[in-house]
C-alpha cells in the first residue's frame, strides 16, 4: 500500500479560496513566494529575477508585503508589477493552465504513479480547504484523508477552537495542519508555547487530533530562528506528551547538511524523537530544481534520516501539484521506490504508505 502524506486539492486561486475574501488569500500567496525556490522570472523576455520587490526586508509579517499589484497568473504563475515590469513566479507546474485542482486530479495523478492514498493538508497559500478537504474525504474515502486549517496565530482564541471542534464534530476530519510561517499573518506575535497558545495544544491533546506541523525558521529566517521554534514545539510536546505529531517537509538541507551529509544537534533529535512523531520524506520540492532525478544527494540524506531516526518514524511525501514544477509525481515516488539500495524491503513499505496509514488510521484497499 503506498500513501502519499503530502498531496494539495484547491479550488480556482482567482477567488477567496476559503479565506474571507480573495484580498486575504491573495496575501497568503504574496507571503509565501516571498521565500521560494520557485524560478521567477521577468515576463517581457524570461530573464530570471528574484521575488526581493515583494516584501520590505526586516518585517516578516503581512505589514512587510510591498504593494506590486500581485495577482494569480496562467500557466502555474503568480505575478507581480514592479517599477514598470511583470514578473511572473513558477509556482506551479507550467502545465497547469488554470490555478485550481479538484480532487479528480490528483486522483488520476494517484492511479498513474501507483498511489493508494494520499493526505490532503491544507497551507493558507492554497486556500482555506477545510471545507473541500472534507468533501473530498468524504467523496473519496478509500483514497483520502483531508485535514482542517486553522488561523495559526490565533489557534488559541475561542472563534478559532470552535472552528476546530466544528470540523471534527460536522466534518469529520481527524487531522490538523499548522504551519509555523503562517504566524507571520499577525507578525510572529508570540512563540508556539505562549500561553495564548496553551488552549489551542489542550485541545488538540484532549480531543485526539493528528496534527500536521510544518516548522519554518522565522521571523529571523536562519538556523537559530529553526531551532528556537523547533525547541518552544518541544516544551509543547513535554506537557502533552501523547500528541501525535506528523512533521511536514524534510529537516532543511541548508541548515543541517551543508557537507553532504545531515548532522542533526542533539537538541533536534530530542524533538524529532518525541514516540507519537513521524517525519516526512521529500526532497524533490525543495531541490528538485537544482538536483537531477533519480537524486542521488536526497538518497544520501535519506540514508541518514534513517541511520539517525529509524525507517519506521519516516514517511514518503510529495507536494502534489507543485512538484510537478520540478519532476513528475511518478519521479517524485520513483527516487525512493525504484532507488535507495541501503532500504530494505521491509523499509520502503514503511516509508512508502504502512507508517503513514498506521498513523492517520487508513485501511488497505479492499479491506
Partial sequence: MIVDCHAHIFTHWIGACGHPTREVHKRYLQR???????????????????????????????????????????????????????????????????????PELMLAQMMNAGVDHCILQAGGGYGAMTEMNAFAGQQYPGRMTGLMHVDEAMAGTPAEL?????????????GLYFGVDAMSRHGFPWPLDAEEMAPFWDKLARRGILLCFEISSGPTYDVAGYMANLTAFGRVLARHPSLRVHMAM???????????????????????????????????????????????????????????????????????PNVERFCTYKQSLDYVRRYCPFLTARDKDLILGETCAAFYGICRPGA
Fill in 162 to 174: 470552535a472552528k476546530v471542534d466544528r470540523a471534527v464534530d460536522e466534518l469529520g476530519l481527524r
Fill in 250 to 320: 524534510s529537516p532543511p538541507v541548508a541548515f543541517f547538511a551543508r557537507n553532504g551529509r545531515y548532522q542533526f544537534p542533539d537538541e533536534a533529535l530530542a524533538v524529532w524523537r518525541h514516540e507519537p512523531m513521524v517525519l516526512e520524506v521529500m526532497f524533490p520540492i525543495t531541490y528538485g530544481g537544482v538536483w537531477d532525478y533519480p537524486y542521488p544527494e536526497a538518497q544520501t540524506l535519506i540514508e541518514d534520516m534513517k541511520n539517525q531516526l529509524g525507517a519506521h518514524r519516516l514517511m514518503w511525501g510529495s507536494d502534489m
Fill in 32 to 102: 509565501v513566494v516571498t521565500r521560494t525556490v520557485a524560478p521567477t522570472f521577468r515576463l517581457r523576455d524570461g530573464k530570471r529575477a528574484d521575488t526581493k520587490a515583494l516584501f520590505r526586508a526586516g518585517d516578516e509579517g503581512w505589514t512587510g508585503l510591498a504593494d506590486v499589484d500581485f495577482r494569480v497568473g496562467r500557466f502555474g504563475q503568480l505575478e507581480f508589477t514592479h517599477e514598470g515590469e511583470d514578473y511572473g513566479v513558477q509556482y506551479m507546474p507550467v502545465g497547469m493552465q488554470e490555478q485550481v485542482a479538484p
